[in-house]
C-alpha cells in the first residue's frame, strides 16, 4: 500500500496482509500474525458479510484516520 485510501468516514482502507505501527491483536485470533487481518482495530471479522470486499476493510484506529493525517 503505497497510497493510502479512506473509505466515506474518513478511515483507512486496509489489506488484510497490511501492518502498521498501531498493531494490537484481537483477542479472538488465536495465532495473531501482525497483519490488519488480526488487529483488533480491524472490521475484517464483522464484514464478512460483504463477500465482494473481503480482502479489503477499514482501520478505526484513530490515529490513522483522514482527519489525524490531515490536521
Ligand atoms: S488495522 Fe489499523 S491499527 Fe491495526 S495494523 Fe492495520 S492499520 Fe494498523
Not at 503505497?2 to 498493531?23: I, N, Q, T
Not at 482495530?41 to 493525517?69: D, L, T
Amino acid at each position: 500500500m503505497d497510497k493510502h485510501r479512506y473509505d466515506e468516514m474518513g478511515l483507512l482502507v486496509v489489506k488484510e496482509d497490511y501492518c502498521c505501527e498501531h498493531f494490537e491483536p484481537d483477542d479472538s485470533v488465536l495465532v495473531p500474525m501482525k497483519e490488519c487481518w488480526c488487529c483488533k482495530w480491524s472490521n475484517f471479522r464483522a464484514e464478512i458479510k460483504n463477500p465482494a470486499s473481503e480482502s479489503y476493510s477499514v482501520c478505526n484506529y484513530v490515529g490513522n484516520a483522514k482527519e489525524a493525517v490531515n490536521r
